[in-house]
């Protein structure tokens, strides 16, 4: 007997365990009247309506409305104190971002609110956003840290993180990113502080085992390509996985840097050049793209479509933050990616799952419904991957299952 069974389903899944990139991203696996069958929290079984047999403890009759993995929010920066809301005026007067981060403003107020914070207040904070973000149909999610700037405030982040990865449905993958800006105590000493994580910070933060991967940010008055391969080598030989948000603002060099280091994932690429495509194109790395945030700092949209003509895997993510991206809703940047990219429906829903979870290291449990994959999946309320693409602004979930458990499902 299956603990539940999806009756009546509309099947929309990439395949496999390995990012897709080039043609393979939009080739994905489209069969209607389907039955899904889960036990133990996997999926047991696929067959044509009818023909699973075997009886289960609670049916979900779908109805023909589209059944999709769950989405797999690769890029986060969940757990902050404080809000930013003040800015978007200054946003819209004109300021660019590295003028409001100049001002003490930008990443540097989050960091002051996140340093108040108690514990407590972060991680009750960062589990309503999760609740919400499971409600719209995300279920495995990437979270960094990086609002503190020093070992405790890091440590606290990520303290966090583990700790809702226990207790909430949301599988939760933790990212130290004690190199998100340069704090004000080392101002105009960017490489004493990068002497700092170097020497110090990034050591502790490893014996302490709650990260996987090392971010950075390799921009333009923030860390330098020679700074950021700095502290990307020490991170690697410390035993981390390494992302980098690169080339957001100028073309710094940060693809090529990703590529050279073998970096699982480079991420923003908004003004990546064409030789640091070409270097992506020849690595492993994973492109993590951010629509929601071009959209709300008025920015052009990362060159998607040449990615994926040049064979780079490409994944989507929401870059939910307090200051350019402060929305989790990875629908909205399902749309985007569809507008705002030019990405056909079936290489957006690809890099919205399976390439997701390969970016954050769990291509083989998550991403895609097939047998023996952990039973992370959402009925759409409409019938097949067009419908959801064009509708944008409301929730069109209507049944959640998270690791084998209907965990929402509208009244």
Known sequence: MFDIMIKNANLATPQGNMPKSGKAQGEILIQNNVDIGILDGKIAKIAPRGELGTPAQEV????????????VDSHTHLVFGGFRQNELQMKLAGAQYLEI?????????????????????????AEGFLNDMIDHGTTTTEVKSGYGLDFETELK?????????????????????????????????????????????????????????CDIFCEDSVFNVEQSRRILQAAKKHGFKLKIHADEIVDLGGAKLAAELGATSAEHLIAASDEGLQALAQSDTIAILLPATSFYLGKPYAR?????????PVAIASDFNPGSSPSFNMQLALTLAYIGYRLHPCEALTAATLNGACAIGLGETKGTIEVG???????????????????????????????????????
Request: hydrophobic share 45%; glycine share 10%; charged share 25%.
């Open 157 to 213: 982040q990520l303290e966090v993180v583990r700790k809702l990865n226990i207790h909430h449905d949301m599988d939760l993958v933790a990212t130290f990113m004690g190199a998100h800006a340069v704090p004000t105590k080392f101002a105009g000493n960017a490489d004493g502080y990068v002497n700092l994580l170097i020497n110090e910070i990034i050591p502790k933060m490893a014996d302490e085992g709650l990260a996987e991967f």
């Open 60 to 71: 979900i009759n779908a109805r023909g409305r589209l059944v999709t993995p769950g989405l």
């Open 373 to 411: 994959k952990d039973a992370d999946i959402v009925v759409w309320d409409c019938p097949d991957l067009d419908y959801l693409f064009y509708r944008f602004g409301n929730n069109q979930v209507y049944t959640v299952i998270k690791n084998g458990g209907v965990t929402y499902e509208i009244d």
């Open 101 to 125: 981060l100049a001002a003490g403003g930008g990443i540097l107020s989050t960091v002051k609110a996140t340093r108040a914070a108690s514990f407590d207040e972060l991680c009750d904070k």
């Open 304 to 312: 998607a479509r040449d990615m994926v003509n040049l064979g780079i």
